[in-house]
């Protein structure tokens, strides 16, 4: 398992933009499937979208394709979320996974404890 710190989040209106970070402590980083997930009160935690340690292009959600955007620095082991045009729907706690040579929709083993978005009207 790797050890990982999200940063980023904050109470921010509607319409604007936040940028998330996740930090991995540990080796071999690049060798990790990382995801983004959220949950809001009283509902389940939802995925939000991952990157494969094959590289290639992230995968999304419906619900946020196209405003959000996911990135990893594998040299800073540190994986990011943009996210834009942020909705009062997108408020929720926001976790980053991790899951060697997983799959991007798949189970992941280590987990973040959180950052905490909130999107007022």
């Known amino acids: 398992q790797v050890h990982l710190g999200e940063s980023g989040g904050g109470l921010v209106q509607a319409g604007t933009s936040l940028r998330l970070s996740c930090v991995a402590a540990?080796?071999?980083?690049?060798?990790?499937?990382l995801g983004w997930f959220r949950q809001a009160p009283g509902k389940e935690r939802e995925f939000v979208a991952a990157i494969s340690w094959l590289g290639g292009s992230p995968d999304y959600a419906d619900s946020v394709k196209d405003r959000f955007t996911m990135s990893r620095d594998n040299a800073k082991n540190t994986l990011y979320l943009q996210m834009n045009s942020l909705k009062p729907e997108d408020t929720a706690m926001y976790y980053c996974?991790?899951?060697?040579?997983?799959?991007?929709?798949?189970?992941?083993?280590?987990w973040g404890h959180g950052t905490q978005v909130t999107v007022s009207s």
């Open positions: 996974a991790a899951q060697p040579l997983g799959k991007l929709r798949g189970e992941y083993d280590s």
């Open positions: 540990g080796d071999a980083f690049h060798t990790y499937t």
